[in-house]
C-alpha cells in the first residue's frame, strides 16, 4: 500500500506512515480529491484545502448497510458513518471528529468500536 500513498499522496507521508503498520485491519485506501497532472494521469491534488488520504477497516461492529470511512489530513480525522447505502433510497451519514494519536490507538486496537475514541460534530 506504500507504493500507492508515496505515488498518490507523497506530502502527506508523515501522517499515512504510522497506518502502514495496521494495514492487515485496513480494508481500502484512497486518495482525494485529484486531478489530471500534465501527463493525464490522476494524482493527487496536493494544493487542495482538503486534501486527505482515507481508508476503511475490518471492525466486526460494523453492520453490513453501513461504511465507515477514516478521512486524514492536516486537520484531523474525519470519521463518516454512512448508513443504508442502496441506489433506491440513497442512505444517510453522520460524521465524528478525531484527533490523529486517538485514530491510530483505535486501529491499533480493533474491534473495540471508533465512538470510544471520537467526538459527535
Known amino acids: 500500500m506504500s507504493d500507492y500513498l508515496k505515488e498518490f499522496a507523497p506530502t502527506l507521508e508523515d501522517l499515512w506512515r504510522p497506518y502502514l503498520e495496521h494495514d492487515s485491519v485496513i480494508t481500502s485506501w484512497h486518495v482525494a480529491p485529484q486531478k489530471k497532472n500534465e501527463k493525464g494521469e490522476f494524482k493527487g491534488d496536493i494544493n487542495h484545502p482538503d486534501f486527505h488520504f ?3 477497516v475490518d471492525d466486526p461492529r460494523i453492520k453490513g448497510d453501513q461504511r465507515v470511512f477514516f478521512l486524514v489530513s492536516r486537520r484531523g480525522v474525519l470519521v463518516k458513518v454512512c448508513f443504508g447505502l442502496n441506489e433506491e433510497k440513497g442512505g444517510y451519514s453522520e460524521e ?7 485514530c491510530l490507538k483505535y486501529v491499533a486496537q480493533l474491534p473495540k468500536p471508533f465512538h470510544f475514541y471520537a467526538a459527535s460534530i
Open 96 to 102: 465524528y471528529k478525531m484527533t490523529h494519536e486517538n
Open 54 to 56: 482515507a481508508f476503511e
